[in-house]
């Protein structure tokens, strides 16, 4: 029996021009004005003097955090300060989160179509066959799911359609992409998923629907708790040892 | 674990910890592919497939252990000793990154296996 060749195009270049539609199409980051900027800034500025609170001396630490901690019990950082005691408006009313959120979703977008487009494609041309074997046995259970389209009930599900072979070329190029585009590449899924939940997990702080004024007030607190030691303590000592 | 004090002192770099990381997972990315150009011509079926990328995977370790690690190790006695200076233990330079280059693995060996065998 004559060796079918492999009908998919090289998903290598596809990736590549995936990559590069998706960084042309993002959109620039949002202007906001000053009163926003300096109340996301100031908190961030808490919870760095939280962080590296060990690295300065006592009394630096001590003048930096009275001084923060008045500041965000009077509100002097807030966007609004006669607002102090609302909420922050609704994601869905508020114009700045939504770009965010747009942005997010024609990333997604870029990342879907195209490989919609393909399984399409491949669905129409190259159904009702198969084209390649793994080498490897897998149960029958697997047939449903590896050669969607091949009507035969006693082929091993060693046989692989199109589309599946498709599916792995998929997953088996992603760490090539990884490689060859950079680790934050947009054609690589994983990398995009944990980016998902990563940035996820940060842009709660300023997102839209959660409280700056509760949140100086927390921040605030966290400052007055904290138990400070500072890591040139007792450094002659340590030096003198290490030399001797 | 180190206790929190001496973490200030002798401070761990994430960055570091990220670039040691992604050039294991690279590497072995890589090699994975290789490997299974390997499996598809020499024609191995199942188990000895994978039998074959882990034990090539496992020697791909101990060749960046031999010529990377253990030069630095011996250029620079201060500090720690061990493979606790580079990774976070032994267990990430031997399987870091294998899950991940199997499927490239897979992928070239299906390729190559049904190539060779005609």
């Known amino acids: 029996m004559s060796k ?15 990559h590069y539609a998706t960084v042309l199409m993002a959109t620039a980051p949002k202007k906001q004005e000053t009163p926003a900027i300096r109340e996301q800034r100031s908190l961030l500025r808490g919870i760095n003097l ?20 008045t ?28 770009d965010g959120m747009m942005g997010m979703m024609k990333g997604n977008m870029m990342m879907m ?33 590896l ?37 934050d590449n947009a ?29 100086f007030q927390g921040e605030a607190e966290n400052l007055s708790v904290l138990a400070h030691y500072y890591t040139l303590a007792g450094v002659e000592e340590r030096l003198l040892k290490s030399l001797s | 674990m180190r206790t929190e004090q001496e973490l200030q002192i002798s401070p761990v770099v994430q960055e570091s910890v990220i670039h040691n990381t992604k050039v294991l997972v690279t590497l072995r990315n890589l090699t994975a592919s290789l490997f299974g150009i390997g499996a598809g011509i020499l024609g191995l079926e ?14 791909t370790s101990a060749l960046v252990y031999a010529l990377r690690v ?23 330079l031997w399987t870091g990154g294998i899950f991940e280059g199997l499927s490239g693995f897979v992928l070239t060996w299906t390729l190559f296996y049904g190539l060779v065998r005609a």
């Open chain 1, 4 to 18: 079918l060749l492999d009908p998919i195009p090289h998903h290598h270049s596809y990736g590549v021009l995936r």
């Open chain 1, 50 to 69: 939280r962080q590296n609170a060990n690295a300065i001396s006592p009394v630096a630490f001590n003048a930096r955090r009275d001084f923060l901690v």
């Open chain 1, 71 to 98: 500041a965000y019990e009077s509100g002097q950082f807030l966007k609004a300060p006669e607002k102090k005691g609302e909420a922050a408006p609704n994601p869905m009313s508020d114009p700045a989160a939504m």
């Open chain 1, 113 to 145: 179509v195209p490989q919609t487009l393909i399984m399409g494609w491949i669905n129409a041309f190259f159904s009702g066959f198969v084209v390649i074997r793994l080498p490897f046995p897998l149960t029958i259970k697997f047939k449903s799911m």
């Open chain 1, 147 to 183: 050669q969607a389209g091949v009507a035969t009930k006693d082929m091993d599900p060693q046989w692989m359609s199109s589309i599946s072979w498709y599916v792995l070329c998929i997953f088996g190029l992603q760490s090539v992409f990884n490689y060859l585009l950079g680790s």
């Open chain 1, 187 to 215: 054609a690589s899924q994983t990398a995009q998923q944990m980016g998902q939940m990563g940035p996820g997990a940060g842009a709660n702080m300023f997102g839209p629907g959660v409280d700056p004024d509760k949140q």
């Open chain 2, 46 to 59: 199942s188990y000895p497939g994978f039998i074959f990328y882990v034990v090539f995977s496992l020697l």
């Open chain 2, 70 to 92: 253990q030069p630095a190790l011996a250029r620079d006695p201060s500090g720690d000793a061990g493979i606790t200076r580079f990774f976070k233990g032994s267990w990430e």
